[in-house]
């Protein structure tokens, strides 16, 4: 049942998407995006020194983003004398660790089908083949839990490494980053639950199947359409467990210097850093796949174009209809990251306890109130 | 308010293994605390129950070497007081021996005093208001207003030839006139600088994010700033219009139409508001003093006090030994004692001199407005969260160079 290429597949599927999307985005976001696009908003240039084989050109300073990694391999790893060695090794994994295997679920594109493709009520059938999952790591039927359960988690190395260091600051950073991100998974949960009782169904490739509905024969019925309320809940407690800005409490450099990693050097400071940004393109990829149609391209179905005339439109061979689907749903992503780091740049951050009357306050009762309105919504209809 | 909490806290019964404190030092590396103060806390949890602050990592003996200098010599010293307006500093001090000489500026000069030190408040309210926004997170507020000063530090290196370590006052007036183009500059450079005070106050002012950290943290009453000694924006925050520019005139402040802005609450968003008010007025202020720039002589004409030109220096034996005994003995200050005192970007900046009439201070001692807000700093901080040490700190402006000269 689970043959050699079967397993060759699931192998090159969790190179391309971890190894050849997640770490290198996020690489190039931590190095690339925070400095150069950051300079594009602030008005500066930002660094463009460093050259490669004599060429005079800074290249759009993509030598910069490869000698930045070269440095963090190479500088001393500094332990604190009295740190937990053990802990201090083993948190940068434990962030990095489950910020990588989300990845697992996220479907880039729809299950790709070996027979004919035929369209019906806006939705892909599959006629004399089989559906091949090639686009994500895991068609998990529980995907959404997955996701929950894995991000929990990922509290553990951002908790650990502050105590483990024995440095105060990283002690009130760690704790600051567990309180933040138990409380936000609160309303991460429950404002996904709206969504779970409309989809029905916590397969996320299933949930964009299904966005692919035309709303009146002219909207596509993407998730935030359903439920626009969530959407924003969702994206403030997905950015407050990635403890980005404006939720970096935990990291906040001017008070605590950097939180719970201010002992960490190296590959580890990297290991942590790089969490974070793959953390950041995670969330533009959940909320582009549970809001935003995830791999859906609007009126675009298995054999082409259909704007509302019963027919096809244009037609689009079946291997252009994945192609424009994979970049569709990259292209969702980016779109998401790049909100999320201009918010970064915008924003001033919160104090600890008024993130936390955020979360409990503010946030919880909405998105309480919003299941309960869906639920009795979906319950008359 | 924020005191009450912290003697609740620190008076609480008895307190279990379980509830220990924890005392944090903050500094003197830190990023938030300006390289040069060290704050030894004591947390419990997240809120600050004692804070302790300890200053003089930035201790130079500026008041010491005074001592060792002609009085024309201890300009470039009062360039480092408040590295953030040097030229406040200078002209405050100009105006100190101006008043031990009992000399008067000319026209011209007390106008020209008047720009530049508006100036020199711009860029420092800039720093002040850019370093809050970035200390809180917002980096491109911090950039923007990064940009605006250094538009005006362009103007002052024009005028005076250096950025930062300018010394370009004189005793009896100035190192030289404003260059011709300098009013048509300066119509360059003013809307750029209206469009980042509009820029900061769009990205703060109205921010709920920003309101809520700077809103009733680190407050002050107005009884207790007064009794402490505070000044400056600080002080008017709390509702009390003093401002030496308007108390006091000196310079041009009392031909020229401005107003002083108060806060009513002391807190952290009043003294952010009062500085972006006054930078408004800054630059009313400069407009007015361009318009009503009187002609005449820069410099008061007293050979005992001002150098003669370099033609005399250099053709005829009179100049030559003008300008050595001015050069090697100093300006001859009548002995005496005075204190002077001008407003500064942070608050009262006061000079007080002694001088037994020969040609170095004998005593030179300054009263810095920073050096005042830290011994009342913990009043503001304790009782508040870790977090609200950040603005706080911001807001007071605390200069190194200053407090701890």
Same mark, same amino acid.
């Given at each position: 049942m689970f043959s050699p290429i079967d397993f060759a597949i699931l192998l090159l599927k969790i190179g391309v998407i971890t190894l050849g999307f997640a770490l290198p985005i996020g690489g190039l976001l931590t190095l690339y995006g925070d400095r150069k696009l950051s300079a594009l908003i602030q008005n500066r240039v930002g660094p463009n020194r460093a050259k490669v084989f004599g060429i005079q050109s800074s290249l759009l300073s993509l030598p910069q983003f490869v000698a930045d990694g070269i440095k963090m391999l190479f500088k001393e790893d500094a332990m604190p004398d009295n740190a937990d060695r053990f802990w201090h090794f083993i948190a940068p994994a434990l962030a990095l660790l489950p910020a990588i295997t989300l990845w697992a679920v996220i479907p880039f594109g729809d299950l790709y089908c070996t027979g004919t493709v035929q369209v019906k009520d806006y939705m892909d059938v599959c006629v004399g083949g089989e559906q091949k999952n090639y686009f994500s790591i895991a068609n998990l039927d529980a995907g959404l839990l997955y996701v929950f359960a894995i991000s929990s988690i990922s509290v553990y190395g951002a908790a650990l490494a502050g105590w483990s260091t024995n440095s105060k600051f990283a002690l009130i950073g760690g704790l600051r980053s567990t309180a933040q991100m138990i409380s936000y998974e609160v309303t991460m949960g429950l404002s996904l639950a709206g969504t779970m009782l409309i989809y029905g169904t916590l397969n996320l490739n299933e949930m964009a199947q299904q966005q692919g509905a035309l709303l009146g024969g002219w909207l596509p019925a993407w998730g935030i359409v359903y439920q626009p309320v969530a959407f924003f809940l969702f994206f403030i407690a997905m950015m407050a467990e990635t403890k980005r800005a404006p939720f970096d409490v935990p990291e906040g450099e001017s008070e605590i210097v950097a939180g719970y990693f201010t002992e960490f050097s190296a590959l580890k400071f990297g290991a942590i850093q790089l969490s974070e940004y793959v953390g950041t393109i995670f969330v533009g990829a959940l909320v582009a796949t549970i809001f935003f149609g995830g791999w859906q391209v609007p009126f675009l179905y298995g054999d082409g174009f259909h704007f509302g005339s019963g027919g096809v439109d244009i037609a689009v061979p079946y291997e252009g209809v994945v192609a424009l689907r994979l970049v569709a749903f990259i292209a969702k992503t980016l779109f998401f990251v790049l909100l999320q780091f201009m918010l970064r740049w915008t924003l001033p951050r919160f104090r600890y306890d008024q993130i936390m009357n955020l979360g409990w306050k503010i946030l919880l009762p909405i998105s309480i109130a919003n299941l309960v309105i869906t639920a009795i919504i979906v319950l008359a209809f | 308010?924020?005191? /009450?909490?912290?003697?609740?806290? /620190? /008076?609480?019964?008895?307190?279990? #293994?379980?509830?220990? #404190?924890?005392?944090?030092?903050m500094g003197p590396s830190h990023p938030a605390m300006h390289g040069t103060v060290r704050m030894v806390l004591t947390l419990d949890g997240e809120t600050v129950i004692k804070c302790d602050p300890e200053i003089g990592y930035l201790h130079r003996g500026f008041e010491k070497q005074c001592e060792n200098a002609t009085w024309s010599q201890v300009f470039p010293y009062t360039d480092r007081l408040n590295y953030c307006s040097p030229l406040l500093n200078n002209f405050g001090y100009a105006l100190a021996v101006e008043k031990m000489l009992g000399i008067k500026a000319t026209d011209r000069c007390n106008y020209i005093r008047t720009i530049l030190g508006e100036m020199a408040r711009l860029a420092d309210h800039f720093t002040s208001l850019g370093a809050g926004a970035l200390e809180l997170g917002a980096m491109s507020a911090f950039l923007y207003a990064v940009e605006a000063r250094d538009h005006i530090w362009d103007l002052v290196e024009e005028v005076t030839g250096a950025r930062l370590t300018v010394s370009f006052a004189r005793i009896g007036g100035l190192k030289e006139d404003l260059p011709d183009n300098f009013a048509e500059r300066w119509e360059a450079t003013e809307p750029r600088l209206w469009d980042v005070i509009k820029k900061l106050d769009q990205l703060s002012t109205k921010n709920r994010i920003f309101m809520d950290r700077m809103m009733n943290t680190g407050v002050i009453g107005a009884d207790e700033a007064v009794s402490l000694g505070f000044t400056g924006p600080v002080l008017r925050s709390t509702g009390v219009a003093y401002d030496i520019r308007k108390d006091s005139p000196y310079f041009a402040y009392d031909r020229v139409d401005f107003e002083v802005p108060v806060g009513t609450n002391?807190?952290?968003?009043d003294r952010y508001l009062v500085r972006l008010e006054e930078m408004k007025q800054s630059i009313s202020i400069i407009r007015q003093c361009l318009k009503g720039l009187p002609g005449g002589p820069l410099n008061v004409d007293d050979p005992h006090i001002m150098l003669p030109p370099k033609e005399l220096v250099y053709n005829s034996i009179e100049g030559?030994?003008?300008?050595?005994?001015?050069?090697f003995e100093g300006i001859q200050v009548p002995a005496g004692e005075v204190y002077s005192y001008t407003e500064a970007a942070n608050g009262e900046l006061g000079f007080y001199i002694v001088s037994n009439g020969t040609g170095k201070p004998y005593k030179l001692? #300054?009263?810095?407005?920073?050096?005042?807000?830290?011994?009342?700093?913990?009043?503001?901080?304790?009782?508040?969260?870790l977090s609200d040490i950040i603005p706080t700190f911001d807001t007071i402006n605390m200069i190194g160079g200053e407090v701890d000269r």
């Open positions: - | 308010m924020n005191r /009450a909490i912290a003697d609740a806290l /620190a /008076a609480a019964p008895e307190r279990g #293994v379980q509830e220990d #404190v924890m005392v944090l030092n002391g807190d952290n968003f030559m030994i003008n300008h050595f005994k001015l050069i001692r #300054v009263r810095p407005p920073c050096f005042y807000f830290m011994g009342g700093i913990d009043r503001m901080i304790e009782g508040g969260m």
